[in-house]
């Protein structure tokens, strides 16, 4: 069985990840370097754009105990954020460069996962499909997935 997901920000690397733990070959795909976003910059995956802050760690609260839940399913971005934390008092905050490069890391070196560096621009239909590409999807697919869902998108 082989999976595709579409985009390698923050959600699409932790699905391909866990995917691949569980034995399942993934196809990733990312649109950048070819393409970027008005807000993305860099070529590398699970990029933050904007706070480098993961919020609070205080497992009662929503934030908190998100990422300890992710952390007892062995998630990799949180495998990351707790390699790159800089101190941000009761909240995790990470080094957004550090953070996105060893998550960039981990999934080029999984041999389960290919990357494919291209833009998709029509939903697939056929196969298994996790579309991950976040608040600012480019056009083509978001106008897809608008139509889809039967009227316009806003965030
Ligand atoms: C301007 C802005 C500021 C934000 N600030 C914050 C903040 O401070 N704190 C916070 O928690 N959240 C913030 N967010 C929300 C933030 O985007 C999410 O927290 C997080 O990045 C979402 O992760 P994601 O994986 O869903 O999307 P992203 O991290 O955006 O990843 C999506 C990926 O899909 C790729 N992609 C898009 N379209 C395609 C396509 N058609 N084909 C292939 N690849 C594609 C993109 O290049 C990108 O790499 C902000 C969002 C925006 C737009």
Redesign the pocket.
């Known amino acids: 069985m082989k999976i595709r997901v579409?985009?390698?920000?923050?959600?699409?690397c932790e699905a391909a990840w866990q995917a691949a733990r569980a034995g399942v070959e993934v196809e990733l795909?990312?649109?950048?370097p070819q393409k970027?976003?008005p807000?993305?910059h860099s070529p590398g995956?699970?990029?933050?754009?904007?706070?480098n802050s993961l919020k609070a760690e205080r497992v009662d609260s929503a934030a908190g105990l998100l990422k300890e839940e992710m952390r007892r399913l062995d998630s990799l971005l949180m495998q990351c954020a707790d390699l790159c934390r800089v101190p941000a008092g009761g909240a995790l905050a990470v080094d957004r460069h550090a953070f996105s490069a060893a998550v960039t890391k981990a999934i080029r070196g999984n041999p389960l996962i290919q990357i494919c560096n291209e833009?998709?621009?029509e939903l697939p239909t056929d196969g298994i499909h996790v579309v991950?590409?976040?608040?600012?999807?480019?056009d083509?697919?978001a106008g897809q997935i608008a139509a889809l869902c039967g009227g316009c998108l806003s965030f």
């Open positions: 579409i985009g390698a920000g923050l959600a699409g795909w990312e649109m950048k970027y976003s807000a993305h995956f699970a990029e933050l754009i904007c706070s833009e998709v621009t991950a590409t976040g608040p600012l999807t480019s083509a697919l």
